[in-house]
C-alpha cells in the first residue's frame, strides 16, 4: 500500500490541468482530476474519505465554482486542506475562501503550487504567494 496523498485537482483549462496533474503525480501525489465543478463535487461526494487535499480553480465555467467545491468538500472534511488558484480571484479569498487554505495566483511557478500544497497538507502557516 502506498503512503502517497491523494488530492482532487480541478481545472477547467485542459493545457493547465495536464500539466498540473503531471508536475503532481511526478511529486509522488495520487491526482484525481476534474475538469468542472460538477464533476468535483461527485467526486468528493463518492471517494472524499481518501482525498486529502483540494486543488482548485476558482473559474471554472458552468456549475459549481472552485469556491463552492471547497465549501462541499469541507462539509464532508472540516479539515481538508485546500488551495485555491486564479488569474483573477486572489481579492475575493479572504471573502469566499474556507479557513486555513491558500491562494496561489496565476502564472504560477512549479515551487510556489509545490509549496502551497506541502504547506496545507501538514499544517505549517499559511500566507499567500
Not at 504560477?108 to 502557516?125: E, F, K, N, R
Request: aromatic share 6%; net charge negative; proline share 9%.
Amino acid at each position: 500500500m502506498s503512503d502517497a496523498k491523494v488530492l482532487l485537482l480541478v481545472e477547467d483549462e485542459p493545457l493547465i490541468l495536464w500539466t498540473l496533474q503531471e508536475m503532481l503525480e511526478f511529486c509522488g501525489y495520487v491526482v484525481i482530476a476534474a475538469t468542472c465543478g460538477l464533476d468535483a463535487v461527485t467526486i468528493l461526494d463518492s471517494r472524499h474519505p481518501e482525498i486529502a487535499g483540494v486543488v482548485t480553480d476558482v473559474r471554472l465555467g458552468v456549475g459549481p465554482n472552485g469556491w463552492e467545491v471547497s465549501w462541499r468538500a469541507r462539509e464532508l472534511q472540516p479539515d481538508i486542506p485546500v488551495v485555491y488558484v486564479s488569474g483573477d480571484s486572489a481579492a475575493e479569498w479572504p471573502l469566499y475562501g474556507v479557513p486555513k487554505s491558500t491562494m496561489v495566483p496565476k502564472p504560477y511557478g512549479t515551487p510556489q503550487m509545490l509549496t502551497a500544497i506541502s504547506s496545507v497538507l501538514i499544517g505549517a502557516p499559511i500566507r499567500p504567494l
